[in-house]
């Protein structure tokens, strides 16, 4: 009885370890990789050799073609004519003894207007462009880029506004609290200065075309007002952003939609 059991026990142990073979065995081949030429990394593969017999033709035509190329970029920008006005430190109308960045310093609310003349030496044939430009304006922080809510400027307006406007999300207007209308760090920062260009000799006002700014695609696709004729009545229930003056039904067509989309450099022409 005792050799009868010694043997069982010996066959067991055998058997097992033959499962063992087998089991590693589906594994290995389990994780190996095809047998084709990509995933051996057996593709034909051809390294130039680079000497100055191949190498400086190759040079010479690239040449050829973008020399032509950069001296017909030089001459288009040769040509353009640009007056830069800075009127940081503009002084008041209205405070003679301060400048527009000290009055709006002092209180954000307070309106500043301020002249500057300026004299062109040359004549300027075609459109002429007016660009606002803003110093030290990093629009393109991750933070900054984030804080919008996509869907109040779609025009589904909701009382849940989206996490990416925290701080910029709702206010207090009369002790009831609104979610804000558009949302975000961005719509908070609105550049609201305005312009107008008077003629010395006459006094009167250079017209400016203020329309067809935005790109048709924001326009068309990114920004859209909420359903319905009356948007006093969409947005009633909704807070302007702390820093502008005027709810979004109060602004002129498309205000706000250019500068919606933000400046991926630090100096910021718009």
């Given at each position: 009885?005792?050799?009868?059991?010694?043997?069982t026990?010996?066959?067991?142990?055998?058997?097992?370890?033959?499962t063992?073979?087998?089991m590693?065995?589906?594994?290995?081949?389990?994780y190996?990789?095809?047998?084709?030429?990509?995933?051996?990394?057996?593709?034909?593969?051809?390294?130039?050799i680079?000497?100055?017999?191949?190498?400086m033709?190759?040079?010479?035509?690239?040449?050829?073609v973008?020399?032509p190329?950069?001296?017909?970029?030089?001459?288009?920008?040769?040509?353009?004519k640009?007056?830069?006005?800075?009127?940081?430190?503009?002084?008041?109308?209205?405070?003679?003894?301060?400048?527009c960045?000290?009055?709006?310093?002092?209180?954000?609310?307070e309106?500043?207007?301020?002249?500057?003349?300026?004299t062109?030496?040359?004549?300027?044939?075609?459109?002429?462009?007016?660009?606002?430009g803003l110093?030290?304006?990093?629009?393109?922080?991750?933070?900054?880029?984030?804080?919008?809510?996509?869907?109040?400027?779609?025009?589904?307006?909701?009382?849940?506004?989206?996490?990416?406007?925290?701080?910029?999300?709702y206010?207090?207007?009369?002790?009831?609290?609104?979610?804000?209308?558009p949302?975000?760090?961005?719509?908070?920062?609105?550049?609201?200065d305005s312009?107008?260009?008077?003629s010395v000799?006459?006094?009167?006002?250079?017209?400016?075309?203020r329309?067809?700014?935005?790109?048709?695609?924001?326009?068309?696709?990114?920004f859209?007002?909420?359903?319905?004729?009356?948007?006093?009545?969409?947005?009633?229930?909704?807070s302007?952003?702390?820093?502008?003056?005027?709810?979004?039904?109060?602004?002129?067509?498309n205000?706000?939609t250019?500068?919606?989309?933000?400046?991926?450099?630090?100096?910021?022409?718009?």
């Amino acid at each position: 009885m005792a050799s009868t059991s010694t043997t069982t026990e010996s066959v067991a142990v055998a058997n097992h370890d033959e499962t063992d073979v087998v089991m590693n065995t589906n594994a290995k081949q389990t994780y190996k990789p095809k047998e084709s030429a990509f995933n051996q990394q057996k593709l034909p593969a051809w390294q130039p050799i680079l000497t100055a017999g191949t190498v400086m033709p190759a040079f010479f035509t690239f040449g050829l073609v973008f020399i032509p190329i950069g001296v017909g970029l030089m001459y288009f920008a040769d040509n353009v004519k640009e007056l830069s006005l800075d009127y940081t430190y503009c002084i008041s109308n209205e405070s003679p003894d301060k400048t527009c960045a000290v009055v709006i310093g002092n209180k954000r609310t307070e309106n500043c207007t301020c002249e500057i003349e300026f004299t062109l030496n040359e004549s300027i044939d075609g459109n002429v462009f007016i660009y606002y430009g803003l110093t030290n304006f990093y629009q393109n922080h991750r933070r900054y880029v984030k804080s919008r809510d996509d869907m109040q400027l779609l025009g589904q307006l909701s009382s849940t506004v989206s996490m990416d406007c925290e701080d910029y999300d709702y206010s207090t207007v009369d002790g009831v609290k609104k979610p804000i209308a558009p949302c975000g760090a961005i719509a908070n920062s609105l550049f609201s200065d305005s312009f107008k260009i008077f003629s010395v000799n006459n006094s009167k006002e250079v017209p400016v075309l203020r329309t067809g700014i935005a790109w048709p695609s924001d326009r068309e696709v990114k920004f859209h007002n909420p359903p319905g004729p009356d948007l006093k009545e969409a947005f009633k229930s909704f807070s302007r952003p702390h820093s502008c003056p005027v709810k979004p039904n109060e602004t002129k067509p498309n205000f706000g939609t250019e500068q919606s989309r933000v400046c991926r450099v630090m100096i910021l022409l718009k």
